[in-house]
């Protein structure tokens, strides 16, 4: 079921406005700012769960990230 | 589709209660790090708090962090199951293997993903095929 909409009032620059609208349409511009903000509001969160497991455990080490690296799938 | 890091109820476990499992939680913040600077999605299938959810005493750390924004249950559909369903059979797993089948196929709706699991031989062997799903063992 959709959720109820809010109509928000931002402003942008003139230039990135330009960029989204040819990329979105008008139409579509709705559902990309939604997409845009809750990921933003998703990094956030995951900002801070970073900080706080930094705090705990230290940063992560090189060995540790060449793992991760290693098996990530390149796009 | 964007990228996206799943986790397993084990670095989930780890992610809750970083203290108590140091070592793998030094690994799974290392991979949230990676796949934070990549900008993918942080999943947790929803299969796997059945896992990991075992009464009100003891879901708080779990609560906790499912809590944060940044790390969303990707809910079970329709789609996913049958798909799930698909993995073990070419697999030649039996249904005993479910949740890690659903975690595959969870990780299947992304561009690429990778699995953060502390349990890696049965999710290798149904990842296997798919060259766009990494498995990280914790």
Request: glycine share 4%; net charge positive.
């Amino acid at each position: 079921m959709a959720q109820p909409a809010a109509k928000l009032s931002v402003s942008v620059p003139d230039e990135l406005a330009r960029a989204v609208r040819k990329r979105v349409g008008a139409r579509g511009l709705s559902g990309f700012v939604a997409r845009a903000l809750a990921h933003e509001l998703e990094r956030e969160g995951v900002r801070t769960l970073l900080i706080e497991l930094e705090q705990t455990l230290g940063t992560p080490s090189k060995a540790n990230l060449a793992r991760v690296r290693k098996v990530w799938p390149k796009r | 589709m964007a990228e996206a890091l799943i986790l397993d109820s084990e670095a989930l476990n780890a992610l809750a209660q970083p203290r108590e499992r140091k070592v793998l939680a030094s690994r799974a913040a290392t991979v949230l790090r990676f796949a934070f600077e990549r900008r993918a999605l942080i999943r947790v299938p929803a299969p796997v708090l059945a896992e990991v959810c075992r009464g009100t005493r003891f879901d708080s750390a779990i609560n906790h962090l499912l809590n944060n924004p940044g790390v969303c249950v990707f809910e079970l559909t329709r789609a996913v199951a049958q798909q799930a369903g698909h993995l073990l059979a070419r697999a030649k797993l039996s249904s005993a293997h479910a949740v890690d089948a659903f975690i595959v196929a969870t990780a299947l709706q992304f561009e690429t993903a990778v699995i953060a699991t502390g349990d890696p031989a049965d999710i290798r062997r149904l990842a296997a095929p798919f060259s766009r799903v990494g498995v990280l063992a914790l």
